[in-house]
């Protein structure tokens, strides 16, 4: 069985239609070149984007006041730690894996962070983009939220998180479903 696989395989190779200069031209013009990567001069190993308005309203949600949330997320190394889980979770998730696919995983993890940061009380300002123009093309659904949203409760606990803590962090983020759920 093998061995007609094989035969037919060489014989196929083999007929004019790919043996013939027209479809070696054709080939050629086909060839896909990539473009460069251009990187960003203002945050290093990140891939430069078009430029946009800054403003900490981009977070999605007001920040939590004084600094009880921001203490019980143990900080800016904290955060970093929950942000950096919930991201390796995400890409190894075959149920919304491919959704980081091509996109700037350095960027996404600074922008969390500073999201996270920012919205628990801590002393940073979000930089990223609005959660409607930054979701716009990646055709999320409410199970795509779902699953990232358990992975992000893994990472919280794995943290060492109070519960409530978590629960008043998710409540802030929740109403951001529908900038970012789109079918």
Do not use: C
């Amino acid at each position: 069985m093998r061995f007609l696989l094989l035969t037919a395989a060489a014989a196929l190779l083999a007929a004019p239609a790919f043996a013939s200069p027209a479809y070696a031209q054709d080939a050629a013009q086909d060839d896909f070149v990539v473009p460069p990567v251009v990187m960003s001069t203002e945050h290093p190993n990140e891939e430069a984007v078009e430029p946009y308005q800054q403003s900490n309203a981009h977070a999605g949600a007001t920040p939590f006041e004084g600094t009880v949330m921001w203490e019980a997320f143990h900080g800016q190394e904290g955060v970093n730690r929950i942000v950096d889980a919930m991201v390796d979770r995400n890409i190894a998730d075959p149920r919304i894996a491919g959704t980081f696919v091509g996109h700037d995983l350095v960027r996404i993890r600074r922008t969390l962070k500073e999201q996270f940061a920012y919205i628990l009380g801590g002393p940073v300002d979000y930089t990223g983009r609005d959660m409607v123009s930054s979701h716009r093309d990646l055709g999320l659904q409410a199970s795509d939220m779902g699953a990232l949203v358990e992975n992000l409760q893994i990472a919280m606990s794995e943290e060492g998180v109070a519960f409530a803590a978590q629960n008043r962090f998710l409540a802030k983020l929740a109403p951001m479903r529908r900038d970012v759920v789109v079918r």
